[in-house]
């Protein structure tokens, strides 16, 4: 079935330094999103990727899809303490007529001051 | 527009009792989703509606959960009995659900978390 892989589960950084997250598909996937939750809070939605290869930016952040569709990853340049949370990568996939969608265990990342 | 709206905001109750949630989602989204999370853990998906069809339930204990979207707009979950292992938060969330399109995001309510004793 489905599969999704979320690495690393934990990553602690100092402030300034740099992070990435990776989620991997046993499939070819047809989009990928990601998503951050703050400790306490609810999954907020942070982009969409469609393409093969497609790269976004929001500012600090930049999210890759690989060339096969089946990875993407996050990379977040010179953290700050308001990164801290986890990271999560949902995979949406065709089943029958149906849009299914299987999500990450989440990347959390702590960053110190 | 407004958000996602869920109902209680937490609940305490003992084990073997019944609970009841409900959501509901932005105007106008055809897809919701109810979701379990466990502390520590990503949201696991436990029943996608496309309007008021269920889509996904594969991850449902359908011995004790059941979930309805009867005119396909708002949705309530229930546990009935509760177990123990039921404590988590309950996110519900909708999207447009405009396959591929940019709107096709999920946006999540603020969630019930559940305590049984």
């Known amino acids: 079935g489905q599969q999704v892989m979320q690495i690393p589960q934990y990553q602690h950084v100092q402030e300034g330094e740099d992070f990435t997250t990776y989620c991997n598909s046993s499939t070819t996937l047809s989009n990928i999103q990601w998503y951050k939750q703050r400790p306490g809070g609810h999954p907020v939605f942070l982009i969409q990727?469609?393409?093969s290869g497609e790269v976004k930016k929001q500012k600090r952040l930049t999210f890759q899809f690989g060339e096969a569709k089946k990875n993407s990853s996050l990379h977040i340049t010179a953290t700050q303490t308001t990164d801290v949370g986890t990271y999560f990568c949902a995979q949406r996939y065709k089943d029958g007529n149906n849009r299914k969608l299987i999500w990450g265990l989440g990347t959390s990342l702590a960053v110190n001051p | 527009e407004a958000g996602v709206a869920q109902s209680p905001r937490y609940k305490i109750i003992e084990k073997r009792q019944s609970v009841a949630f409900w959501c509901n989602p932005i105007?106008?989204?055809?897809?919701l989703y109810w979701y379990q999370q466990i502390l520590g853990q990503g949201p696991k998906l436990l029943i996608q509606f496309q309007n008021n069809g269920v889509v996904d339930d594969s991850q449902l204990p359908k011995d004790r959960f059941s979930a309805e979207r009867l005119k396909g707009v708002d949705s309530t979950l229930k546990i009935q009995p509760a177990k123990l292992e039921d404590s988590a938060v309950y996110l519900c969330a909708s999207s447009s659900g405009i396959y591929l399109s940019s709107t096709d995001t999920q946006y999540f309510g603020p969630g019930t978390r559940l305590t049984v004793l």
């Open positions: 990727l469609v393409k």
């Open positions: 105007s106008g989204h055809a897809t």
